[in-house]
């Protein structure tokens, strides 16, 4: 089911490793996007024994060798360890650094007239080949509700962070399980959250 998820919203991914709930400590890191009703959907999740670089690496290598497609953008926290393991894979990993480096900028940039937005859009989605993309065209239609620029007269403080996706995922997962659990009681528990998860959807 994960992968079919995924197909259909895993352009962009946000993964967090700051989620332990496990007799061994062991650190759970789910992988997360969000679904055409702005719920979280998980897309897969890894089992670590610790926060290596080569822990990392690993579990990225094995997510994307499973789903046998890259997404465009991948939000993460600003863990050292995390961008040394995406870097050693490879510099092309999940998205070209100049492309989330543009994308960045035109997205966040409040003082850029809208028209001058849409033409910048466009012009990116073309560059790197994205016009075509399911999810950015999705997301063009609702830039309105998204795009910094079109809340110019708003205070920001009432925006979501994008990660807060992952703290969302790892308080309704806490609901579903206990940090004393064996990896056992811990994958059952795993199981119901994500067919609670997908129940509500």
């Not at 061994?24 to 890894?46: L, N, Q």
């Not at 050292?80 to 989330?100: C, H, M, P, V, Y």
Request: aromatic share 16%.
């Amino acid at each position: 089911m994960e992968n079919a998820y995924y197909a259909e919203f895993g352009n962009v991914i946000s993964f967090d490793v700051t989620f332990r709930t496990n007799k061994y400590r062991m650190v759970f890191v789910p992988f997360t996007t969000i679904d055409y009703h702005k719920k979280s959907v998980t897309v897969g999740a890894g089992l670590l024994s610790n926060e290596s670089i080569e822990s990392y690496s690993w579990l990225l290598i094995m997510f994307l060798k499973t789903h046998g497609k890259e997404p465009a953008l991948v939000l993460t926290d600003q863990d050292a360890t995390i961008k040394q393991a995406i870097e050693n894979i490879s510099n092309d990993l999940f998205t070209n650094t100049n492309f989330r480096k543009k994308f960045l900028k035109l997205v966040w940039d409040m003082n850029m007239k809208l028209d001058v937005f849409e033409v910048k859009w466009g012009l990116l989605m073309k560059g790197f080949n994205l016009k075509d993309t399911r999810w950015f065209k999705y997301m063009f239609t609702k830039r309105d509700s998204w795009i910094p620029g079109y809340f110019n007269d708003i205070p920001m403080c009432g925006l979501i962070k994008t990660t807060s996706w992952s703290k969302s995922m790892n308080s309704f997962l806490n609901t579903y399980s206990e940090s004393g659990h064996l990896l056992l009681n811990f994958m059952m528990d795993y199981d119901t959250t994500i067919q609670k998860q997908r129940n509500t959807q």
